[in-house]
């Protein structure tokens, strides 16, 4: 896991998560900071690769664009229930939203008695943020599964001092062979880079495609390769 970084050929396809990848993760979701370093890098890699790099998050889509002005890339946004190709195509699955909307009506009545615990609505999935109240982390897991026991729609997916409730069925290796499925991607040995649990079924699906995938900082992984995030913006910039 601490070997250097892989060379790689010109026929690549990028896809790296957002929070605790390429930004720094904050207190609050709306807090992070995007370094112009990390725009020059992406469409730097975008140039080189034939427009070859998509963001693969659970941010909502109109949050990662915000963020990530004025590039404008294939997205996978709230973990590929939301999906932007490289054509500018947006492709939605809406399966779930009216589970997700009960879940969220569970989950609000522990928000509000409880100050700095966040509600994060998207369109189809909702996060419950504890990272200002640590010490809640039991509750807020109790309250996640009270808010999916009945509704078989929905599963928990755990990441870092969040817990995200999403329609069973889709997640991050979903996206990424969406996205393999279609130019310029198609054809292509793809690279997978992410920093949490979230990113573990990209990891599995990129490992068994053949290609490359690299975890950011410390945390069990099936992925191939581990880095820092300086290590990772050093080997990127080696790139372009």
Known sequence: MTRP???VSPNIAFFVDF?????DIAPRPDQVE??????????GLSEKFGQAVAVVTGRPLDVVDGFLA?????VAAEHGSIRRDA??????DSRGVDAVEAAAAVLQPLVDAN????????????????RQRPELAEVCKDAAEEAVVNNDGLCILPGKMVFELRPAGIDKGVAVRAFLDEAPFRGR???YMGDDATDEHAFAVVNKL????????GGDTVAQYRTDREGLFVWMSGLV
């Not at 004025?70 to 294939?74: D, H, I, M, R, V």
């Not at 054509?87 to 939605?92: F, I, K, R, V």
């Not at 100050?115 to 504890?130: N, T």
Request: aromatic residues 2%; proline residues 11%; glycine residues 8%.
């Open 5 to 7: 970084l892989p060379p």
């Open 19 to 23: 929070d605790g990848t390429l930004v």
């Open 34 to 43: 995007v370094e112009p370093r990390v725009l020059d890098l992406l469409a």
């Open 70 to 74: 004025p590039l404008k890339l294939a």
């Open 87 to 92: 054509s500018g195509q947006t492709h939605a």
């Open 115 to 130: 100050p700095g615990l966040i509600l994060e609505r998207k369109q189809v999935s909702v996060a419950l943020h504890f």
């Open 189 to 191: 040995v793809p690279v």
């Open 210 to 217: 053949g290609g490359i995938t690299i975890k950011i900082d």
